[in-house]
């Protein structure tokens, strides 16, 4: 009972990655009575998943499949079938209770995040009908999406230079070990440290 509890509460750091703010701000929505909060013996902030469910919903945001599911969902979209089927098994294997889905355009992409938020979209640059660049583009002038983290992959390092977004992201090279990837999402997804199957 005791971790299932714990599993429910999330703290002002975990709710200001997820929206992208800081936790200033947070804390601030909490002193506001925008986000029902309560403190622990040791001062700190902790936030009921439920409660968070429910201030996504009234400001009109979609509601990230981790929160609703206490699964991550991660999505691969890469042109390139054996690539998605690697990562697919080693995230699976990994990290068991991720919903992992896959695409293989930037098209095709969108349809899928249109249907289901996911919390990470891990995102080949070069692909054809619509490269990454464009999801990006598109995924950041949606504010609905803002929550969304991002992880480009490319055989070019400097597949985004020149966009305006090579600052923003970094790039996961292709031909490195994708095993390495797949322990870095612990960055993206702080939820996902201390849930490896072993």
Not at 30 to 47: H, W
Not at 117 to 132: A, S, W
């Amino acid at each position: 009972m005791k971790q299932s509890m714990e599993t429910d509460l999330m703290t002002t750091g975990e709710v200001s990655r997820m929206f992208r703010v800081s936790r200033q701000a947070v804390t601030a929505w909490i002193q506001l009575g925008k986000i029902p909060a309560f403190k622990t013996p040791g001062g700190r902030y902790r936030i009921l998943r439920a409660d968070l469910v429910r201030f996504f919903q009234k400001n009109n945001h979609p509601v990230p499949s981790g929160l609703l599911h206490d699964r991550a969902h991660i999505l691969i979209v890469d042109d390139e079938r054996p690539i998605l089927d690697i990562l697919l098994r080693l995230i699976s294997i990994r990290y068991p209770r991720v919903m992992v889905d896959t695409a293989e355009d930037g098209i095709s992409a969108l349809d899928k995040i249109a249907q289901s938020t996911p919390d990470l979209v891990i995102l080949d640059i070069r692909m054809p009908r619509m490269d990454g660049i464009e999801v990006i583009r598109r995924l950041r002038n949606e504010p609905a999406y803002g929550t969304i983290k991002i992880l480009p992959m490319s055989g070019d390092p400097g597949a985004l230079n020149g966009t305006g977004r090579s600052s923003d992201y970094s790039v996961f090279r292709k031909g490195s070990s994708f095993q390495k990837l797949v322990e870095s999402l612990p960055a993206y997804l702080p939820h996902l440290a201390g849930r490896v199957d072993n």
